[in-house]
């Protein structure tokens, strides 16, 4: 999985986890299918236990790595489980990373760099948030940096030096992701997905979906459905075509 982060490219393997700050801005590169797990800390809940928070900036590594995504590997399957007291042991796990970040991961004290490039990720976190808002709708550059006071030359550049890729990519990311999701939970065809998330048409979609999935959607779709029939214990079971639309 190549995972960006202000412009700058990690490649992360399995098992490996990474630690994003607050309004950074990053995308996600991974053609082949896999299972991630996101863990969002809502800032607020440091301000009653720890003092300076502003800023508050964490290492994106330390020697606590392997401990840490024990923490959140075990987080997960407490709650796939669900045993009794099972959010006991999640709320436990959870306080050890809290504490973890304050006490190994915490950048003491940020210089003038990461402060500078904080407001700048903070700027261009608000264009984002505005943009996962109005994907469905259209996002030509040039709109979108009238909106918000800037020249489309300026956001442009933004995009790259902070997000590392450009504004097109990101649009087209966030709506192939969003795309993805109709995918496998809904009977929606390819054509009604695409227009539904601001593609123009499904070829559109399929070529960002292929890029960023390494299938078409159709035949992404196809092989979950196939996967989850031999979980089940359904294998070589047809799908049921009265119920799945056919994709063109």
């Known amino acids: 999985m190549d995972f960006y982060i202000n412009s700058r490219l990690y490649r992360l393997g399995r098992g490996q986890f990474i630690l994003v700050n607050s309004n950074e801005v990053h995308s996600i590169d991974c053609p082949e299918p896999n299972f991630t797990l996101v863990l969002q800390i809502p800032r607020g809940l440091f301000d009653a236990y720890v003092e300076d928070v502003d800023p508050l900036l964490f290492l994106r590594s330390c020697g606590k ?139 559109s979609f399929t070529k960002a979906f292929r890029r960023q999935y390494g299938m078409p959607p159709a035949e992404y779709r196809k092989n979950c459905y196939r996967s989850q029939e031999m979980e089940n214990g359904y294998e070589g079971k047809n799908i049921d075509n009265n119920n799945v639309k056919k994709e063109p």
């Open 65 to 203: 790595d392997k401990e840490m995504a024990c923490l959140i590997r075990r987080m997960q399957e407490a709650d796939a489980y669900r045993q009794p007291g099972y959010l006991f042991q999640i709320l436990r796990d959870f306080y050890q990373i809290m504490y973890l970040l304050v006490t190994d991961y915490r950048i003491p004290q940020a210089d003038k760099e990461w402060k500078n490039q904080n407001r700048n990720t903070d700027r261009l976190s608000r264009i984002t948030n505005y943009i996962q808002a109005h994907y469905k709708e259209d996002l030509k550059l040039e709109g979108v940096a009238q909106i918000f006071g800037f020249s489309p030359a300026y956001l442009s550049r933004m995009f790259r030096k902070y997000a590392g890729i450009n504004y097109k990519t990101y649009v087209s990311d966030l709506r192939t992701q969003a795309g993805y999701r109709l995918l496998l939970n809904t009977q929606m065809s390819v054509g009604e997905i695409a227009l539904e998330c601001g593609f123009p048409d499904s070829r």
